[in-house]
C-alpha cells in the first residue's frame, strides 16, 4: 500500500494523472472491493479535474465502508462542482462518523455560508473553534458569515484574530478585503486587498475584488488591468467569487 500510495503521489506530482489511475486500477483487479484504493484512485482524478469520476470512486469506496474521510473527500468534490447542498450533506455525514475532527465543522461552515445560511455557520465555525482553538480557517469562515449577518465587530474581531494567528497571511488578508466588502467598507477592503498583494501578487481574490472598487470608483482602466491578470491566473475562480464570497 505504501508502496502504491507513494507511486500516486509522485505521478500525480508530476501531473500524470493518467498514469496515476491506471496504478490504482491494476491494483483494483485484484481486490475491485478495497475501498482503501476506490479513495487513491479518487486523488488524481480530482487533482486532474474529473469531478465525476473522482465522486464515483467514493461513492463506491463509501458504499462498502463510510467512512468519515471517504465522506469529507467527496464533499470537497462536490463542492468543486458547485454541488453545495450535496457537499454539505456529505460533510454532515461525514461529521456523524466523527464529530471531533475540526475540518469536517469548517467544511460545513465553508458551505453553509456560501448556502446563505450564515447564522448556522457561524455555529459551525464556533464548534470548529472549541475542537481546535486558533483555527485560521474557521476564523475566516465565521468573520465571513458574520459580515453577511451584519454584526460588523465580531467579523472584524474574527478576522484580527485570523490574521495575527498567520502571520499576514495573503490569503487571509484577501478574505478580510471580502468581510469589508460585505460590510459596505470599501476603503478598508482596499486597503485589505493591497496588504494580499504586496504579499502575494497573484491572489486571485484581492486582484477581483480590487478591481471591483476601482470600477465603483471610475477608474475602469486599472480596475480592467486587475481582472484581466485575475482572469489569466485562474479564470474558473474569478467566475466563482461571487458564490464563495
Not at 108 to 118: D, E, M, P, T
Not at 120 to 142: H, I
Not at 191 to 205: E, G, I, K, N, T
Amino acid at each position: 500500500w505504501d508502496a502504491l500510495e507513494g507511486k500516486v503521489t509522485i505521478l500525480s506530482s508530476m501531473e500524470r494523472w493518467d498514469e496515476a489511475v491506471q496504478a490504482v486500477e491494476l491494483a483494483l483487479k485484484e481486490d475491485p472491493e478495497q475501498p482503501q484504493m476506490l479513495w487513491l484512485k479518487s486523488q488524481p482524478l480530482f487533482d486532474a479535474g474529473q469531478y465525476e469520476e473522482a465522486a464515483t470512486a467514493l461513492q463506491q469506496a463509501i458504499e462498502i465502508t463510510p467512512a468519515a474521510t471517504y465522506l469529507y473527500d467527496l464533499g470537497i468534490v462536490r463542492n468543486a462542482q458547485n454541488r453545495f447542498d450535496d457537499a454539505l450533506n456529505c460533510f454532515e455525514l461525514a461529521i456523524e462518523q466523527d464529530s471531533t475532527d475540526p475540518s469536517n465543522w469548517v467544511q460545513k461552515a465553508s458551505v453553509l455560508r456560501i448556502l446563505g445560511r450564515n447564522e448556522e455557520a457561524v455555529l459551525a465555525a464556533d464548534r470548529a473553534l472549541q475542537l481546535s482553538p486558533g483555527d485560521s480557517v474557521a476564523l475566516v469562515e465565521k468573520s465571513i458569515a458574520l459580515a453577511g449577518l451584519d454584526r460588523a465587530k465580531e467579523a472584524v474581531d474574527a478576522m484580527t484574530e485570523a490574521v495575527e494567528v498567520t502571520r499576514g497571511d495573503a490569503e487571509v488578508l484577501s478574505f478580510k478585503g471580502v468581510m469589508y466588502q460585505l460590510l459596505h467598507r470599501s476603503e478598508e477592503a482596499a486597503v485589505a486587498y493591497r496588504a494580499a498583494l504586496d504579499r502575494d501578487s497573484d491572489q486571485v481574490l484581492s486582484l477581483s475584488g480590487l478591481s471591483g472598487i476601482l470600477q465603483e470608483r471610475g477608474e475602469l482602466t486599472r480596475a480592467m488591468k486587475l481582472i484581466e491578470r485575475a482572469v489569466n491566473l485562474e479564470p474558473e475562480d474569478v467566475q466563482l467569487l461571487g458564490a464563495k464570497a
